[in-house]
């Protein structure tokens, strides 16, 4: 086999992304002339949600980067409306090293990461953002230095990279981020929180069942899954303003973080997405208190208010976690009527329960607030329980 690429995007051999097109005497690729293309040795994974006019020069940077050393390129898309991965199937007509994950119906960077990883065939993976703001030549250096680590963290925070991309904001989150995993789960590393790094693929296969789909930190996610030593490398990199596309990174993934650092300190027993519930079942009890105040006072009887807010703080749970707790789940357009009645239903029987319970521990000589507690979790946690079965349903 041997061991070198095929020539790079844009020379007049290429299979690149075209830039320049073959005529109809040559063959369409390597392998309809009978040629193999060569074993990859990294795989670079990118994920991405409306990138298209980031895949070309994603894929000229990338080749560049990797000169003479063999590699896949596999985009993983969630489902792009501005067509993300027709383009990416175009350019792989022509060039067997790119490939495309086209998402239904699941949503999510972590999850997106982890299938293109355990996709890959290189013995190296890399993972490494679609929108340019990650400097592709990084993928060089974490390849150089692969031999001694079993992770390399292409680090902002180490001398030589930069976190200049950031606005202010931005980098406040991910300061404090940053500084809370550092200090709450014993991370060493500079920048648990990048969104660049290469690791073996074996040992992305021993993790997968312990990673977490759900939203952004990925990198966070490996370091504290395995319980054996890592051997990590950290290589500096330069993070760049994005000029194209829309950030994806908003408040909600300081909220994803939060989630995945109770579901680690709390050794696994709370799950990401029970966190997100019970925000959202937090919310609607505000909502619930002030839609009741509200038709008390416009005179409606207390019956009827209460009726009327417990319809709205259910409807607008319901909203609320389709959106958020089950965004890579999420129903739209007809499908939403019966899982909302659905949602209904599981949500009154919870109701009974949280009652049953309270009422159960009270009469048993408890104080009233622990029976209120009592009842409380246990009607939350049969509403996220048969939600999850019944009305989203498990990941497709």
């Known amino acids: ?95 067997p090293r790119v490939r495309c994950i086209r998402r239904i119906g699941r949503r999510g960077l972590a999850g997106a990461c982890i299938e293109g990883m355990l996709a890959a065939q290189a013995p190296l993976v ?69 969104g660049c790094f290469l690791i073996r693929r074996a040992l992305v296969e021993r993790l997968a069942p312990s990673l977490s789909p759900n939203g952004f930190k990925i990198l966070l996610d490996i370091m504290t899954a395995t319980k054996e030593p890592m051997r ?11 000029d194209e596309g829309d950030s994806k990174l908003d408040s909600r993934t300081m909220l994803d973080f939060l989630t995945l650092l109770i579901f680690k300190v709390s050794g696994g027993a709370i799950s990401p997405r029970f966190v997100w519930f019970s925000a959202v079942g937090g919310a609607g009890l505000v909502l619930h208190l002030l839609m009741l105040k509200g038709g008390l006072l416009v005179g409606l009887g207390f019956a009827v208010a209460q009726s009327i807010a417990t319809i709205g703080a259910m409807t607008s749970n319901f909203a609320m976690n389709n959106v958020f707790t089950y965004r890579d789940r999420r129903v739209s357009g007809l499908a939403m009527l019966p899982a909302l009645l659905k949602f209904y239903l599981i949500c009154g029987a919870g109701a009974v329960a949280n009652v049953g319970v309270a009422s159960w521990v009270f009469e048993g000589g408890w104080r009233w607030w622990l029976a209120g507690v009592a009842g ?21």
């Open 1 to 95: 086999m041997p061991d070198s690429a095929p020539a790079p995007f844009g020379s007049p051999s290429s299979r690149g992304p075209g830039i320049v097109r073959q005529s109809s005497a040559e063959p369409e690729s390597d392998a309809a002339a009978g040629v193999l293309p060569a074993v990859p040795r990294l795989s670079v994974i990118v994920p991405t949600f409306n990138e298209r006019g980031n895949v070309e020069r994603m894929l000229v940077g990338i080749d560049g980067a990797l000169k003479g050393a063999p590699y896949e390129v596999i985009f993983v898309d969630d489902d792009s409306p501005d067509g993300t991965a027709d383009t990416v199937r175009q350019i792989g007509e022509r060039d």
């Open 126 to 194: 890399a993972v490494i953002d679609g929108d340019l703001q990650h400097d592709v030549n990084v993928l060089r250096t974490m390849l150089d230095r692969s031999p001694d680590a079993d992770l390399v963290v292409a680090s902002r925070y180490v001398d030589g990279g930069s976190a200049d991309g950031l606005n202010r904001r931005r980098g406040a989150m991910s300061r404090t981020a940053t500084g809370m995993a550092r200090r709450i789960l014993g991370i060493k590393t500079s920048d648990p929180m990048s």
């Open 232 to 242: 990590i490398v950290e290589v500096p990199m330069a993070f760049a303003a994005r």
């Open 376 to 396: 409380s979790i246990i009607g939350a946690v049969w509403n996220f329980a048969m939600t999850s079965l019944f009305v989203w349903g498990p990941s497709k």
